[in-house]
T-cell receptor, first 109, second 113 residues
Framework: ELKVEQNPLFLSMQEGKNYTIYCNYS?????LYWYRQDPGKSLESLFV?????AVKQEGRLMASLDTKARLSTLHITAAVHDLSATYFC?????????FGAGTRLTVKP | DTGVSQDPRHKITKRGQNVTFRCDPI?????LYWYRQTLGQGPEFLTY????????KSRLLSDRFSAERPKGSFSTLEIQRTEQGDSAMYLC???????????FGPGTRLTVL
C-alpha cells in the first residue's frame, strides 16, 4: 500500500529564511502534487510534477521531483508571513490520490 | 464562478440519521473525487468517478456510504445511519484525466451529535 510521508510536520521559521519540506513515498509513481491549505479553507493547487527531474517555481516556492528516490521537495526562499499555511504533497497511485499528513508552516516576523 | 461547489457547507445531524451532500465540479472536468478530512490530517481518498463510472472505492468507504454521478456532471455522497466517527470535512475535487490536477471545493463540514 502506498504511504506518503512528509517532514517536518511542524515548521516555524523567521521571515527571510530558507527551508525545505520533504515528501517521501513508498511505491512507484511519476505524478506528484503540492497543495496549500489555509485554516478553515479548502485546498489550493500549487504545483503539478509529472516526470522525473521536474522542477516548478512560483514566487518564493520551488518544487522538484526525483522519482527514482521517491522524493519530492518544496523549497521556500526568503519566507514571508503570507506563506503561513499547511502544505500537503499528494501522490497519484493509479488515480487513487494519497496525501501526506501535511506540514504546518508558521512564518514569524 | 466556475470553480467546484459543494452543498451544504455545514451539516449538523443526529446519530442514526441519513445525510446527502452534493458536489458540482468544474464543467469540463471528467473526473470527480470525494475525500474526507479530519482535523490535523491530510485528505483521505474515498472514491472517484470518471464521467458517470465509479472507478475506485477506498476500503474506508463502508457500506453506509454511497456515491453517485448519474449524468457525469454533479455527484452526491450519501451517508446512512450516521455515526459520531463520521464527523469530518467532506471534500470534493474535480480534474481532467490528462494530468489529474485536482481542484477542490470548499467542503461540507459534517457534525454528528
Amino acid at each position: 500500500e502506498l504511504k506518503v510521508e512528509q517532514n517536518p510536520l511542524f515548521l516555524s521559521m523567521q521571515e527571510g529564511k530558507n527551508y525545505t519540506i520533504y515528501c517521501n513515498y513508498s511505491t512507484t509513481s511519476d505524478r506528484l502534487y503540492w497543495y496549500r491549505q489555509d485554516p478553515g479553507k479548502s485546498l489550493e493547487s500549487l504545483f503539478v510534477l509529472l516526470s522525473n527531474g521536474a522542477v516548478k517555481q512560483e514566487g518564493r516556492l520551488m518544487a522538484s521531483l526525483d522519482t527514482k528516490a521517491r522524493l519530492s521537495t518544496l523549497h521556500i526562499t526568503a519566507a514571508v508571513h503570507d506563506l503561513s499555511a499547511t502544505y500537503f504533497c499528494a501522490v497519484d497511485n493509479n488515480n487513487d490520490m494519497r496525501f501526506g499528513a501535511g506540514t504546518r508552516l508558521t512564518v514569524k516576523p | 464562478d466556475t470553480g467546484v461547489s459543494q452543498d451544504p457547507r455545514h451539516k449538523i445531524t443526529k446519530r442514526g440519521q441519513n445525510v446527502t451532500f452534493r458536489c458540482d465540479p468544474i464543467s469540463e472536468h471528467n473526473r470527480l473525487y470525494w475525500y474526507r478530512q479530519t482535523l490535523g490530517q491530510g485528505p483521505e481518498f474515498l472514491t472517484y468517478f470518471q464521467n458517470e463510472a465509479q472507478l475506485e472505492k477506498s476500503r474506508l468507504l463502508s457500506d453506509r456510504f454511497s456515491a453517485e454521478r448519474p449524468k457525469g456532471s454533479f455527484s452526491t455522497l450519501e451517508i446512512q445511519r450516521t455515526e459520531q466517527g463520521d464527523s469530518a470535512m467532506y471534500l470534493c475535487a474535480s480534474s481532467l484525466a490528462t494530468n489529474n490536477e485536482q481542484f477542490f471545493g470548499p467542503g461540507t463540514r459534517l457534525t454528528v451529535l
